[in-house]
């Protein structure tokens, strides 16, 4: 036994112990816990037959620790641990015989949570009281038999607990019926030689369980830690009965492999370091819900990269929570779980989730704000789950009212969870400058993809995974040709991360800037890393701008880079395009004079995804900015994009390559006049688009619109409007300089004649027809039969004056039917 480390014997001989009345009850003896008890008295049981067989293994338990008062210990950890061993040296001392002999050191050990927990310990070390115990009688018969013992002890759940250790609880599933769950069971079969013998390794110098003993003190830490920890009240939560479980596994397998011994201080850093990590945090004095979700969600992506999870892993999501919402996780369904995750990261990666685990502790201090090393445009998020307050700053509660809500993750948030964790695993020490490169890379990945389901999530956590083995010099690795990166996942992105990375290393490494570059001013100071940060967070951009490196032919070319970003500030800002450019829809017809292809970039069918005609962030980032072509890392609106950014005007010399009569002219209709911010403010809304709709290509096509096509309707409609024949009575006359439109997509009219007023309606497939009221004279056909001219066809008029003209002879025509009457 090393300086470092005791045995109970020895410690409680030193330190009297007194669990204080703060601390939670006993609860390894608790009905539920019958696998724990019996996975810790087998460690419990080999480490004595290995001492006997002088195989020089010991067992060695977590630490314990706590403050000294009065002269008594107060455990702050290793309650729990001390009962056990408590009741296991009283269990063999009674069996041997020596209870009168020991009792006095036994008397060391009490409780002070309860008068009934106290007394009753008293009453276990009064020889008197077993004086007539027998080997063969069941201790807990014996026990609750006596007059000593009072009946309303049983509802002490101390007192209940280590009941159960000792004898054991009754299960009534047949698997499970024979468990060795308590001291009697362990050593029913064992007679009293070997009993003396396991007794004398107990109380020996070189006992084989040992713990380590930590002063609070001593290991500088302060009784408010001591409050930390036990401020969470009595009852165990899920997390404190997954932090034994997790206990239990490490020291089953340092037991049997010796390569596990680097996690045996894992028990003392849960408590106490990295509880700090999370105390910054605690509200009234509680962690754990905070603690272990956070746990949780590192588990769920080890499982995603080392187990290779999917959804279809039921068992395994379960750590997802509800569409994402893990505030709610219980621990009904055990350590299993994770012991698979555990076991199948070892066989398929050679990968120790809890090395790893204990690593990125070490290197996350209670100081470090994360958010501020990333992207000021990245949505800030809670690394370190907080809290959640209801409207008067109370906690939340969940529905059930039993768990505190706490602050949940989005998708593409557990994806830059995934690459915070990846870079505190991996660094040797922090270091600012690659934290930030590396994390500006992963949020520029996770922020320009949709990650709007499951799969998506994980196939950028795993790129992520594939990026991270190069996260201190993440810019080498993405310029070097022969990265030879697998992942498919994000692939513009990407692409346009290796060419940053491209441009900046390369103007590291080579400081004589080329010819265009010489007549900048203060080019000294041109620093491209600094230069692309600066436009990744300008506006709307949120680190994609690959538009501004794109020449007109769709190829990456820096050469004017630097004139697209001046003028890009001019453009464009947070909510889209700056009033300059959205007045007459300047910014969204300089693109369009400069399209080629109308189905490609124009022209929207039944999905209606060309929506190009809006003024905000949203449309001009996804739908005109960074929009894909059809080959890989293109860009639909390149050519576009490059004369708006040089600062070009709008095409003169407009010419689609796939034109007709119809495209031809409604392409100059939307780059030639101002219908574009016509139809924007009409409804205030960006989500216009064009589509052949009732014969002709429309604008905004709902139950009304702008056709498109319809020049010859509106050019004879307006013209009569304005010189004041007829009025409108359906529709709307629009100034869409420099020439007028209507709105509308059968516009209805009033002619006056003789005094006498008159309806027609210009219907969308050109015809125009006689009204009565809301009746068209055409479905009457008693006048039809009499061939009346009732029907006015838009190809036999050439100008207002025909049409005024055709409408007249329809008059008349019509008033010849009156005479039929």
């Known amino acids: 036994m090393d300086k470092n480390t005791t045995s109970f014997w020895k410690f409680i001989q030193d330190h009297p112990i007194e669990v204080p009345i703060i601390q939670r009850d006993y609860v390894q003896g608790r009905i539920g816990k019958e696998h724990l008890r019996k996975v810790f008295l087998s460690n419990i049981k080999h480490a004595l037959d290995d001492h006997l067989s002088d195989t020089g293994k010991v067992l060695k338990l977590d630490f314990v620790y706590g403050s000294e008062e009065r ?60 004086e007539e115990y027998k080997d063969e009688e069941h201790i807990v018969d014996f026990i609750t038999n006596r007059t000593w013992f009072y009946s309303s002890w049983e509802q002490d759940p101390t007192i209940q607990s280590i009941l159960n250790m000792l004898g054991g609880t009754k299960v009534t599933n047949k698997q499970d019926k024979n468990i060795i769950d308590s001291i009697e069971k362990l050593f029913q079969n064992t007679d009293k030689e070997n009993l003396r013998k396991y007794w004398n390794c107990l109380v020996s110098e070189n006992a084989p369980i040992i713990f380590y ?88 992506n080890c499982a995603i990269v080392y187990a290779n999870a999917k959804k279809e892993d039921s068992e395994v999501w379960k750590l997802y929570g509800n569409e994402s919402d893990d505030s709610a996780l219980s621990y009904n369904t055990g350590f299993g779980i994770y012991s698979d995750i555990l076991t199948q990261a070892k066989k398929r990666r050679n990968v120790s989730i809890l090395l790893r685990l204990k690593r990125l502790f070490e290197k996350i201090t209670t100081n470090e704000n994360i958010n501020k090393h990333l992207p000021q445009w990245f949505s800030k998020f809670d690394f370190i789950p907080k809290y959640k307050k209801d409207n008067r700053g109370n906690l939340s509660l969940d529905n059930s009212g039993n768990i505190y809500k706490i602050s949940t993750l989005t998708q593409p948030q557990r994806v830059a969870f995934f690459g915070i964790c990846r870079y505190f695993e991996q660094c040797d020490s922090f270091n600012e400058v690659h934290f930030k490169r590396w994390m500006r890379v992963v949020c520029n990945l996770v922020g320009n993809s949709t990650i709007d389901t499951i799969d998506a999530m994980i196939a950028r956590i795993k790129l992520i995974d594939e990026l991270s083995g190069h996260i201190e010099d993440i810019y080498e690795f993405l310029a070097d040709e022969n990265s030879g990166i697998e992942s498919k996942a994000s692939p513009e992105q990407l692409s346009e991360e290796v060419e940053k990375a491209k441009q900046i290393l390369f103007r590291h490494n080579n400081p004589e800037l080329p010819e265009q570059e010489k007549n900048r001013d203060n080019c000294h100071d041109w620093n491209w890393e600094a230069v692309i940060l600066e436009a990744e967070n300008y506006a709307f951009f949120h680190g994609a701008i690959r538009f501004l490196f794109k020449n007109d032919e769709d190829n990456v070319d820096w050469i004017d880079f630097e004139e697209k970003w001046k003028n890009a500030r001019l453009i464009f800002t947070n909510g889209g395009l700056t009033e300059e450019y959205k007045k007459s ?21 039944t999905r209606n995804d060309k929506y190009i005609f809006g003024f905000s962030s949203q449309i001009w980032r996804d739908n005109i900015l960074l929009k894909k072509g059809t080959a890989a890392n293109s860009l639909l609106y390149a050519e576009s994009i490059h004369h708006l950014l040089m600062g070009d005007g709008v095409n003169e010399s407009l010419q689609l390559d796939d034109t007709d009569d119809y ?13 574009i911010e016509w139809a924007q403010k009409k409804q205030n809304t960006d989500w216009n688009y064009v589509r052949w709709i009732y014969d002709g290509l429309s604008l905004y096509p709902s139950r009304e619109g702008v056709i498109l096509t319809k020049s010859h309707r509106d050019s004879i409609l307006n013209t009569l409007i304005d010189n004041g024949t007829i009025t409108l009575v359906i529709g709307s006359q629009i100034d869409t300089k420099p020439e007028k439109m209507l709105y509308g997509w059968d516009i209805k009219f009033q002619y006056k004649k003789d005094g006498v007023c008159y309806l027609f309606q210009w219907q969308h497939w050109d015809k125009i027809y006689m009204y009565e009221g809301d009746f068209r004279l055409y479905d009457n056909e008693k006048l039809r039969e009499q061939n009346l001219k009732l029907v006015i066809d838009e190809n036999k008029v050439k100008d207002a004056n025909d049409f005024v003209q055709a409408m007249n002879e329809c008059i008349e025509s019509y008033l010849q039917s009156n005479k039929y009457d």
């Open 71 to 130: 002269g008594k210990l107060h455990p702050l950890d290793g309650q729990q641990r001390l009962t056990t061993l408590w009741l296991l040296h009283w269990y063999i001392a009674l069996r041997v015989g020596l209870l009168e002999e020991v009792c006095g050191t036994l008397k060391k050990f009490t409780y002070e949570t309860r008068i009934s927990s106290r007394e009753f310990c008293e009453n276990l070390c009064q020889c008197k009281n077993f």
């Open 213 to 300: 003993y930590l002063p609070l003190k001593d290991f500088a830490l302060s009784d408010d830690l001591y409050i930390k920890m036990n401020a969470r009240g009595k009852q165990l939560t899920a997390f404190e009965n997954f932090k034994a479980d997790l206990i239990g596994y490490i020291q089953e397998r340092i037991r049997e492999n010796e390569e596990w011994e680097e996690l045996d201080d894992v028990p003392i850093k849960m408590d106490t370091v990295w509880t700090d990590v999370f105390w910054q945090n605690h509200k009234n004095g509680k962690i754990d819900e905070i603690y272990f979700a956070f746990i949780n969600r590192y588990f769920l």
């Open 585 to 605: 829809a300047k910014a969204n017809r300089i693109i369009l004079s400069y399209c080629r292809n109308w189905e490609a970039q124009i022209q929207s069918y």
């Open 663 to 675: 495209r031809q002219i409604a392409f100059e209709k939307l780059v030639n006049t101002n219908v």
